[in-house]
C-alpha cells in the first residue's frame, strides 16, 4: 500500500490547501456558505483524491484518481481568479497561490502521464 503522505503531489497540495484557509479568513461574511466554503473545498479536494487514489489497488485506479484532483485543481484556479476579480484577495497573494497551484497541476500531469506508462 502506498503512503499518500510520501507523494509531493500531496504534501504541495495539503500546504496550498492550508494557505487557501487562511487566505479565505478575510473573505466576507454573506460569502462564508458561498465562494469560501466553495475554494476550500477545491482545495482540498485535491488532497482528498490524491490521498484516496494512492489506497487504490492499481496505477490504473489511482491515475482516475489523479484526473479527478486535477479536475479539481482546474475548479479552484477559476474559483482563485474570481476571488482576485472581486477584491477578495490581493495581486500579491494571487500570484503567490496562482504559481503555486500550477506546478501543482503540472506535478499532477507527470504523476498521471508515470501511473498510466507514458
Request: cysteine-free; glycine content about 6%.
Amino acid at each position: 500500500m502506498r503512503d499518500f503522505k510520501k507523494f509531493e503531489v500531496w504534501q504541495l497540495s495539503h500546504q496550498l490547501t492550508l494557505k487557501i484557509y487562511n487566505s479565505t479568513k478575510s473573505f466576507p461574511k454573506e460569502e462564508i456558505f458561498g465562494l469560501t466554503s466553495q475554494i476550500r473545498r477545491s482545495f482540498a479536494s485535491i488532497g482528498y483524491n490524491i490521498s484516496e487514489g494512492s489506497g487504490r489497488n492499481s496505477d490504473k485506479e489511482f491515475a482516475n484518481f489523479i484526473n479527478i484532483a486535477l479536475g479539481s485543481s482546474n475548479e479552484a484556479e477559476n474559483q482563485l481568479i474570481l476571488s482576485k476579480d472581486l477584491n477578495y484577495i490581493n495581486e500579491i497573494d494571487y500570484q503567490n497561490l496562482s504559481e503555486e497551484l500550477i506546478i501543482l497541476k503540472k506535478k499532477l500531469v507527470t504523476l498521471w502521464n508515470r501511473l498510466n506508462g507514458k
